[in-house]
Protein backbone atom coordinates (compact mmCIF):
# COMPACT_ATOMS: atom_id res chain seq x y z
CA UNK A 1 0.00 0.00 0.00
CA UNK A 2 1.72 3.62 -1.00
CA UNK A 3 -0.01 6.93 0.18
CA UNK A 4 0.71 9.99 -1.74
CA UNK A 5 -0.19 13.58 -0.24
CA UNK A 6 -1.40 15.48 -3.02
CA UNK A 7 -2.50 18.16 -0.72
CA UNK A 8 -1.87 19.07 3.01
CA UNK A 9 -2.93 22.41 3.39
CA UNK A 10 -6.04 24.39 4.68
CA UNK A 11 -8.36 26.59 3.75
CA UNK A 12 -5.68 29.03 3.67
CA UNK A 13 -3.65 29.10 0.90
CA UNK A 14 0.12 29.22 1.04
CA UNK A 15 1.46 28.39 -2.58
CA UNK A 16 3.00 25.52 -1.78
CA UNK A 17 0.48 23.68 -0.23
CA UNK A 18 -2.47 22.20 -1.90
CA UNK A 19 -5.92 21.80 0.38
CA UNK A 20 -6.69 18.31 1.71
CA UNK A 21 -6.22 15.16 -0.76
CA UNK A 22 -4.01 11.85 -0.48
CA UNK A 23 -4.06 9.22 -3.18
CA UNK A 24 -4.10 5.44 -1.72
CA UNK A 25 -2.82 2.70 -3.61
CA UNK A 26 -2.01 -0.91 -4.37
CA UNK A 27 -1.31 -3.04 -7.04
CA UNK A 28 -3.92 -1.77 -9.50
CA UNK A 29 -6.36 -0.56 -7.47
CA UNK A 30 -6.42 3.48 -6.69
CA UNK A 31 -8.91 5.50 -4.11
CA UNK A 32 -8.69 9.34 -4.03
CA UNK A 33 -9.34 10.38 -0.02
CA UNK A 34 -10.49 13.65 0.16
CA UNK A 35 -10.53 16.31 -3.04
CA UNK A 36 -9.91 19.78 -2.27
CA UNK A 37 -9.01 22.62 -4.30
CA UNK A 38 -5.84 22.39 -6.07
CA UNK A 39 -6.18 18.37 -5.67
CA UNK A 40 -6.94 17.56 -9.16
CA UNK A 41 -3.87 20.05 -10.30
CA UNK A 42 -1.59 17.64 -7.72
CA UNK A 43 -3.41 13.98 -9.14
CA UNK A 44 -2.88 15.55 -13.03
CA UNK A 45 1.31 15.15 -12.12
CA UNK A 46 1.04 11.87 -10.96
CA UNK A 47 1.72 8.90 -12.85
CA UNK A 48 -1.83 7.74 -12.92
CA UNK A 49 -3.30 10.98 -13.39
CA UNK A 50 -6.93 11.66 -12.97
CA UNK A 51 -8.06 9.35 -15.39
CA UNK A 52 -7.47 6.41 -13.48
CA UNK A 53 -9.16 7.66 -10.22
CA UNK A 54 -12.63 6.70 -10.09
CA UNK A 55 -13.58 7.09 -6.31
CA UNK A 56 -13.25 9.75 -4.24
CA UNK A 57 -13.88 8.99 -0.38
CA UNK A 58 -14.60 12.29 1.47
CA UNK A 59 -13.87 12.62 5.46
CA UNK A 60 -16.33 15.34 5.45
CA UNK A 61 -17.61 18.24 3.73
CA UNK A 62 -15.97 21.48 4.57
CA UNK A 63 -15.07 23.34 1.24
CA UNK A 64 -11.38 22.73 1.22
CA UNK A 65 -11.81 18.98 1.35
CA UNK A 66 -14.33 18.91 -1.84
CA UNK A 67 -13.75 21.99 -4.02
CA UNK A 68 -12.58 20.03 -6.92
CA UNK A 69 -15.13 17.30 -7.15
CA UNK A 70 -16.89 18.93 -9.89
CA UNK A 71 -13.50 20.01 -11.81
CA UNK A 72 -12.39 16.18 -11.41
CA UNK A 73 -15.85 14.94 -12.87
CA UNK A 74 -15.46 17.75 -15.75
CA UNK A 75 -12.05 16.49 -16.36
CA UNK A 76 -13.18 12.37 -16.53
CA UNK A 77 -15.76 13.60 -18.76
CA UNK A 78 -13.92 15.19 -20.95
CA UNK A 79 -11.21 12.40 -20.81
CA UNK A 80 -13.43 10.40 -22.23
CA UNK A 81 -14.02 8.60 -18.26
CA UNK A 82 -17.65 7.24 -18.14
CA UNK A 83 -17.71 6.63 -14.31
CA UNK A 84 -17.46 8.42 -10.81
CA UNK A 85 -18.40 6.70 -7.60
CA UNK A 86 -17.95 9.37 -4.18
CA UNK A 87 -18.84 7.83 -0.74
CA UNK A 88 -19.18 9.82 1.74
CA UNK A 89 -20.75 10.97 5.25
CA UNK A 90 -24.43 11.53 5.53
CA UNK A 91 -24.99 14.82 3.18
CA UNK A 92 -22.81 13.64 0.25
CA UNK A 93 -25.65 13.32 -1.69
CA UNK A 94 -27.24 16.88 -1.22
CA UNK A 95 -23.46 18.10 -1.46
CA UNK A 96 -23.58 16.61 -5.22
CA UNK A 97 -27.31 17.38 -5.93
CA UNK A 98 -26.93 21.70 -4.98
CA UNK A 99 -23.24 21.45 -7.18
CA UNK A 100 -25.07 19.58 -10.53
CA UNK A 101 -27.85 22.01 -10.13
CA UNK A 102 -26.01 25.04 -10.35
CA UNK A 103 -23.60 23.77 -13.00
CA UNK A 104 -26.05 21.47 -14.73
CA UNK A 105 -24.45 20.76 -18.04
CA UNK A 106 -22.45 18.38 -16.34
CA UNK A 107 -24.92 16.32 -14.73
CA UNK A 108 -25.42 12.86 -16.74
CA UNK A 109 -22.19 13.71 -18.00
CA UNK A 110 -20.72 10.17 -16.35
CA UNK A 111 -21.96 7.84 -13.92
CA UNK A 112 -22.13 9.18 -10.81
CA UNK A 113 -22.80 6.90 -8.03
CA UNK A 114 -22.94 8.49 -4.36
CA UNK A 115 -22.51 6.25 -1.22
CA UNK A 116 -23.22 7.59 2.06
CA UNK A 117 -22.01 5.88 5.40
CA UNK A 118 -21.70 6.51 9.14
CA UNK A 119 -19.50 6.27 11.54
CA UNK A 120 -18.40 2.50 12.86
CA UNK A 121 -19.03 1.12 9.16
CA UNK A 122 -16.77 -1.54 7.93
CA UNK A 123 -16.52 -1.30 4.32
CA UNK A 124 -14.98 -1.80 0.82
CA UNK A 125 -13.81 1.20 -1.24
CA UNK A 126 -12.49 -0.35 -4.35
CA UNK A 127 -10.91 -3.40 -2.94
CA UNK A 128 -9.73 -1.56 0.13
CA UNK A 129 -10.82 -2.61 3.91
CA UNK A 130 -12.29 1.00 4.84
CA UNK A 131 -13.41 1.29 9.19
CA UNK A 132 -14.94 4.49 10.34
CA UNK A 133 -14.78 6.64 13.43
CA UNK A 134 -16.71 9.90 13.95
CA UNK A 135 -14.50 12.62 14.54
CA UNK A 136 -14.81 16.22 16.50
CA UNK A 137 -14.88 18.89 14.52
CA UNK A 138 -17.44 22.10 13.86
CA UNK A 139 -19.26 19.64 11.29
CA UNK A 140 -19.71 16.04 11.31
CA UNK A 141 -17.06 13.85 9.77
CA UNK A 142 -15.40 10.08 9.81
CA UNK A 143 -11.85 9.42 10.36
CA UNK A 144 -11.01 6.02 8.63
CA UNK A 145 -8.35 3.39 8.76
CA UNK A 146 -7.06 0.77 5.28
CA UNK A 147 -6.34 -2.45 5.07
CA UNK A 148 -5.36 -3.77 1.75
CA UNK A 149 -8.01 -6.07 2.17
CA UNK A 150 -11.70 -6.43 3.23
CA UNK A 151 -11.26 -7.91 6.71
CA UNK A 152 -7.69 -7.45 7.10
CA UNK A 153 -5.43 -5.69 9.37
CA UNK A 154 -5.63 -1.96 8.87
CA UNK A 155 -2.38 -0.67 8.13
CA UNK A 156 -3.12 2.91 7.52
CA UNK A 157 -5.32 5.70 9.52
CA UNK A 158 -6.16 9.18 8.43
CA UNK A 159 -8.35 11.17 10.88
CA UNK A 160 -9.53 14.08 8.60
CA UNK A 161 -10.22 17.02 10.27
CA UNK A 162 -10.64 16.50 14.42
CA UNK A 163 -9.48 17.41 17.46
CA UNK A 164 -7.10 14.74 19.06
CA UNK A 165 -8.52 12.47 21.55
CA UNK A 166 -8.46 9.07 23.43
CA UNK A 167 -11.10 7.73 21.14
CA UNK A 168 -9.04 8.82 17.92
CA UNK A 169 -6.14 7.63 19.17
CA UNK A 170 -7.99 3.97 20.21
CA UNK A 171 -8.92 4.07 16.50
CA UNK A 172 -5.46 3.95 14.92
CA UNK A 173 -4.48 1.74 17.28
CA UNK A 174 -1.94 -0.95 15.67
CA UNK A 175 -1.79 1.28 11.93
CA UNK A 176 1.96 1.42 11.31
CA UNK A 177 1.30 4.65 9.68
CA UNK A 178 -1.15 7.82 10.77
CA UNK A 179 -1.80 11.27 8.73
CA UNK A 180 -3.35 13.34 11.51
CA UNK A 181 -4.51 17.22 11.16
CA UNK A 182 -2.00 19.52 13.25
CA UNK A 183 -3.26 23.02 11.29
CA UNK A 184 -1.37 24.87 14.00
CA UNK A 185 1.58 25.38 16.69
CA UNK A 186 0.92 25.64 20.45
CA UNK A 187 0.77 28.96 20.11
CA UNK A 188 -2.54 29.09 18.73
CA UNK A 189 -5.71 28.86 20.64
CA UNK A 190 -8.42 26.97 17.92
CA UNK A 191 -11.31 24.71 18.35
CA UNK A 192 -12.20 21.51 15.98
CA UNK A 193 -7.82 20.86 15.40
CA UNK A 194 -5.38 19.31 17.42
CA UNK A 195 -2.03 21.51 18.52
CA UNK A 196 1.49 19.65 18.68
CA UNK A 197 0.67 18.98 22.61
CA UNK A 198 -3.15 17.67 22.22
CA UNK A 199 -1.55 15.14 19.57
CA UNK A 200 0.99 13.98 21.07
CA UNK A 201 -1.03 13.66 24.62
CA UNK A 202 -2.97 11.69 22.89
CA UNK A 203 -0.96 9.39 21.15
CA UNK A 204 0.85 9.28 24.10
CA UNK A 205 1.03 5.36 24.55
CA UNK A 206 0.10 4.73 20.71
CA UNK A 207 1.83 1.78 19.01
CA UNK A 208 1.60 3.67 15.75
CA UNK A 209 5.49 3.95 13.58
CA UNK A 210 4.88 6.71 11.78
CA UNK A 211 2.81 9.88 12.60
CA UNK A 212 2.31 12.17 9.76
CA UNK A 213 1.27 16.13 10.62
CA UNK A 214 -1.07 17.76 8.03
CA UNK A 215 -3.82 20.21 7.14
CA UNK A 216 -1.37 22.73 8.00
CA UNK A 217 -2.33 26.10 7.95
CA UNK A 218 0.33 29.45 7.55
CA UNK A 219 0.68 29.36 11.15
CA UNK A 220 2.75 26.62 10.98
CA UNK A 221 5.29 27.92 8.66
CA UNK A 222 8.69 28.16 10.69
CA UNK A 223 7.58 25.92 13.23
CA UNK A 224 7.57 22.72 11.79
CA UNK A 225 10.84 21.52 13.94
CA UNK A 226 9.04 22.67 17.14
CA UNK A 227 5.66 21.17 16.34
CA UNK A 228 7.65 17.43 15.66
CA UNK A 229 10.04 18.14 18.54
CA UNK A 230 6.43 19.06 20.90
CA UNK A 231 4.64 16.00 19.49
CA UNK A 232 7.80 13.71 20.59
CA UNK A 233 7.94 14.77 23.86
CA UNK A 234 4.78 12.68 23.96
CA UNK A 235 5.03 9.71 21.31
CA UNK A 236 7.45 7.12 21.16
CA UNK A 237 7.23 6.67 16.96
CA UNK A 238 8.95 8.92 14.45
CA UNK A 239 6.86 12.32 13.64
CA UNK A 240 7.15 13.83 9.84
CA UNK A 241 5.20 16.34 8.86
CA UNK A 242 3.52 15.78 5.31
CA UNK A 243 4.45 18.01 2.26
CA UNK A 244 2.65 17.92 -1.19
CA UNK A 245 4.17 14.81 -3.37
CA UNK A 246 5.43 13.01 -0.70
CA UNK A 247 4.97 9.17 -0.90
CA UNK A 248 5.14 6.73 1.79
CA UNK A 249 5.15 3.11 1.15
CA UNK A 250 2.70 1.70 4.29
CA UNK A 251 3.97 -2.40 4.49
Known amino acids: MQVTFLG????MPTGDRMQTGLLLTHEDRRLLIDCG???LHRLAATEIGYEDVSTVLLTH?????????LPLLKARWLAG???LEVVGPVGTKGLLDGLLSVHSYLDGRVDLQVREI???????????????????????GLAYRFAVDAGGEAAFAFSGDTE??????RFVEGCRVVAHDCSFPDSVDVDGHPTPSQLGEAVADSDVAHLYLTHLYPHADGNHEEMCATVAEFFDGE???ARDGLRVSVS
Open 8 to 11: TGSA
Open 37 to 39: SGV
Open 61 to 69: LHLDHVADL
Open 81 to 83: EEH
Open 118 to 140: VAGEEITVTGFGVESRETRHSID
Open 164 to 169: AFAGMA
Open 239 to 241: VHV
